[in-house]
């Protein structure tokens, strides 16, 4: 059992339906749940993600383009407090490599999570 799981399993034992509940918690991958937790990076591209180590506001996705075809991608913050944004977008031709930013609003609690986005 996984540590995301775990939780649930404990809240389900407490139920009526505890029995059905706790055989698909346990049927489920161990990776399911950390699959769900992040987006994943679109094909043909290999990404790093992070925030800036000046401003824990700003994030930032740099990708190569390791496909045949030209491929464009931005980066999505998840802000808290303050609404998600979206980076700039950048197309890469085969081979190449560029860097997507973008800055959480000052008001939020700062970046809860980085994305991908094709």
């Keep these: 059992?996984?540590?995301v799981t775990a939780p649930l399993f404990r809240l389900a034992a407490k139920s009526a339906a505890a029995p059905a509940l706790a055989a698909v918690l346990l049927t489920l991958p161990g990776s399911t749940a950390a699959a769900a937790a992040g987006a994943a990076t679109p094909p043909g591209l290999s990404c790093h993600t992070g925030k800036h180590h000046n401003d824990s506001y700003t994030g930032f996705a740099l990708c190569k383009n390791n496909g045949r075809s030209t491929?464009?991608?931005w980066v999505h913050l998840v802000?808290?407090?303050?609404?998600?944004v979206d980076g700039n977008?950048?197309?890469l031709r085969p081979g190449q490599s560029g860097q997507s930013t973008a800055h959480c609003g000052a008001l939020?609690?700062?970046i809860g999570r980085i994305e991908v986005r094709p």
């Design 1 to 3: 059992m996984t540590l």
């Design 71 to 73: 491929q464009t991608f």
């Design 79 to 84: 802000c808290g407090w303050a609404p998600d």
């Design 89 to 91: 977008r950048v197309t």
């Design 108 to 110: 939020g609690t700062g």
